[in-house]
């Protein structure tokens, strides 16, 4: 199992470009989701699908677009990218466990828009 | 609102000493879980360990254990016998709600020193 894989793992933008992130997990999970972090602000969560063909909007989606297409791919497009958006972009996806759902991350992509 | 509060920013510990790691979290829920993960500066995110509020015994992963205070609602991290492998970001979080997903804490940055 490669577990969670995300694609690429570094880029640089110049504002105003557009992108998509690409994460695909082999878990066979239903949930998938996109955060981001930034020093001094922990995760954010961008956008979650809770299962294929369903995605709802997290804390921070403003800027971003996402397609669910299928279960194992989840990707993240940013239309037209803004420095702010320079970020570390971490996709997960979850399985039951307890009360809860237990998150496994892919390994991070980190973005630099200039 | 439900919050998770990580009180330590930075904590140091001595190689093969213990150390804890707090995290407490505001909920009027009476049925819940705390799940611990760990960063390290290569930046993947890694899922260590789950407790859930109904369950009797504090839980154990080899090293990581917690200590559960059910009416404090605090899930401490004990980590034994520190390793130099074991400096990292240190994030608590709840299990979601809605769509399951993740609120993590602001993190505890653990450093172990030789």
């Known amino acids: 199992n490669a577990g969670v894989t995300q694609t690429p793992k570094f880029q640089v933008l110049k504002t105003g470009q557009s992108m998509t992130l690409q994460c695909a997990q082999d878990?066979?999970?239903?949930?998938m989701y996109w955060y981001r972090q930034d020093p001094g602000m922990g995760l954010r969560l961008i956008y979650y699908?809770?299962?294929?063909?369903?995605?709802d909007k997290g804390e921070v989606p403003n800027g971003y677009n996402v397609s669910r297409l299928n279960k194992r791919e989840f990707s993240l497009r940013l239309e037209s990218a803004a420095p702010s958006q320079t970020s570390v972009y971490f996709c997960?996806?979850?399985?039951?466990?307890?009360?809860?759902?237990?998150?496994?991350f892919g390994p991070g992509t980190r973005l630099l828009v200039l | 609102a439900q919050k998770i509060t990580q009180t330590q920013p930075g904590m140091f510990v001595q190689e093969k000493e213990a150390v804890t790691l707090d995290c407490t979290y505001d909920?009027?829920?009476?049925?819940?879980?705390l799940f611990w993960y760990k960063q390290p500066s290569s930046g993947e995110m890694i899922f260590l360990i789950y407790?859930?509020?109904?369950?009797?015994q504090n839980a154990t992963e080899g090293r990581y254990s917690l200590n559960f205070q059910k009416a404090r609602k605090s899930a401490n991290l004990v980590i034994s016998a520190s390793q130099l492998g074991d400096s990292a970001m240190y994030f608590c979080?709840?299990?979601?709600?809605?769509?399951?997903?993740?609120?993590f804490g602001e993190g505890t940055q653990l450093t172990v020193n030789p």
């Open positions: 878990m066979n999970h239903n949930s």
């Open positions: 407790q859930g509020s109904y369950d009797e």
């Open positions: 997960a996806s979850s399985e039951a466990r307890g009360l809860g759902e237990t998150q496994y």
């Open positions: 909920t009027s829920d009476q049925s819940y879980g």
């Open positions: 979080a709840p299990p979601g709600t809605s769509g399951s997903r993740l609120t």
């Open positions: 699908s809770a299962s294929e063909g369903t995605t």
